[in-house]
């Protein structure tokens, strides 16, 4: 190996800590479910090709079939980042199984990737995702798990989950269980799903010593604690607790109350926690996730007179539109509160600054549910033009992940800032760091 000379050393240690503090600005996915065929074998496999000369047939009513096709997730301007989130059965009651199946997901992935390295790679901390994403085209995924039912019993596990390269769990999901309550949704799918918890009195459902435990083991372990699918009792306690032990919260996929006033809506003064304490807030893309439901008379007022105009399109990416630009405004209106600077407005930080007040968002195909309807056509709200071209995501909806970047690039070309997204990749990367930075390793 050629050494090199002192003036050279000198260059490379000063210049190195800024090269691999590199920021980044993508657009990342945080939560795909690549992997769910094998805790439901009745899904399509994930991760596989298909033939140029026998495609799937697509639509944006995808409930129950794959569209996590590798052909789709390859040179995705519009998820470079994918991160795929491991799912355990609902009523597993064995740890043992438990924990085989989600090891069965991470590693059905990492062999993929293995298989198919030229397009694909696996990133197991924020340096090699920096790495990845200014060295390489290709596209990188992390793990994650939805569900901690029956996975987190103790700190050996937390330190398991962590040395696959898990980034963060998403301690409850759609069942109540050891950890704490889920949410219940308008709807009758989650009522029978939950059927024991909805019969529970809702001041009783809340996050239990087991669920505390939990969230310490994984902050010990310097894993991320995702709020996202808890009732809001649950939350609450969620987010006390660490608050007072310093342990920064996200949510990757839940709504907006205002808009989405159902249990899975974090309400403004959530949002301002969340922020306060280091965290930050991703939206779903999911149809019926983002739906509207009883908003609050503001918002429904924008949507009546955006409806009168038909600028609205009720089911099409216009619920996300909204929602974003809803949950932006208010961040941003709040920054000063937020920071406790009264002197402090959005206006003024560098774009440095502007990470802290990140949005992510979380596509969660392959996630049991639809995707946006388009808004033109048989199956949207407005009549096809004979004069005018259109994109599929205007006929199709969001059928599948490789429209995510006619997804974007519409919503650019209707004014929409798109920067906080795109920054939400480096908050992610610089709070994941954190985790890791304060991991409490036993002697």
């Not at 939206?283 to 908003?295: E, M, N, Q, T």
């Not at 195909?365 to 309807?373: A, D, E, K, Q, Y």
Request: a neutral charge; charged letters at 25%.
């Amino acid at each position: 190996m050629r050494k090199l000379s002192l003036p050279l050393l000198l260059i490379y240690f000063i210049l190195l800590p800024s090269v691999q503090a590199q920021e980044i600005r993508e657009f990342m996915d945080l939560q795909s479910h690549m992997t769910v065929h094998i805790p439901y074998p009745f899904f399509g496999k994930g991760l596989t090709y298909f033939s140029d000369e026998k495609p799937p047939p697509v639509n944006y009513k995808h409930t129950f079939r794959n569209v996590n096709h590798a052909n789709f997730l390859e040179h995705n301007q519009g998820a470079r980042i994918i991160i795929n989130g491991a799912l355990s059965k609902e009523w597993v009651t064995s740890k043992k199984k438990a924990r085989r199946m989600i090891v069965e997901q991470i590693e059905y992935v990492n062999e993929f990737i293995k298989s198919h390295s030229d397009q694909f790679a696996l990133a197991k901390t924020p340096q090699e995702v920096r790495d990845l994403v200014h060295n390489t085209n290709k596209t990188i995924v992390i793990h994650s798990i939805e569900g901690g039912r029956r996975l987190i019993n103790s700190q050996e596990d937390a330190d398991f989950w962590a040395s696959q390269g898990v980034a963060y769990i998403t301690l409850v999901h759609l069942l109540d269980d050891e950890n704490g309550a889920s949410a219940i949704t308008p709807g009758l799918m989650t009522r029978l799903m939950n059927l024991k918890g909805g019969l529970r009195k809702e001041k009783n459902r809340r996050l239990s010593e087991h669920g505390k435990d939990a969230i310490q083991y994984l902050a010990n372990a310097g894993v991320m604690i995702d709020l996202t699918h808890m009732s809001e009792l649950t939350r609450q306690d969620a987010l006390d607790y660490m608050i007072e032990h310093q342990i920064p919260p996200i949510t990757t996929h839940d709504a907006f109350k205002p808009i989405q006033n159902n249990s899975r809506g974090l309400s403004p003064e959530d949002i301002i926690r969340i922020y306060q304490h280091n965290g930050f807030v991703a939206l779903p893309l999911s149809g019926r996730a983002i739906k509207p439901y009883k908003s609050l008379a503001p918002y429904q007022n924008l949507l009546d007179s955006l409806s009168q105009v038909d600028c609205y399109c009720e089911g099409s990416v216009d619920d996300y539109k909204i929602t974003y630009q809803a949950v932006k405004q208010f961040i941003e209106g709040n920054v000063a509160r937020i920071a406790q600077d009264s002197s402090l407005v959005f206006e003024a930080l560098d774009d440095r600054q502007k990470v802290k007040y990140s949005i992510g968002f979380q596509t969660d195909f392959n996630g049991w549910l639809s995707h946006n309807r388009p808004r033109y056509g048989k199956e949207g709200c407005y009549e096809m033009a004979e004069d005018r071209t259109y994109e599929d995501i205007e006929t199709k909806g969001l059928a599948h992940p490789g429209l995510l970047n006619e997804h974007w690039n519409l919503l650019l070309r209707e004014g929409v800032d798109l920067e906080p997204i795109k920054r939400s990749s480096e908050k992610f990367l610089q709070l994941w760091q954190y985790f890791l930075d304060h991991r409490k390793v036993e002697n």
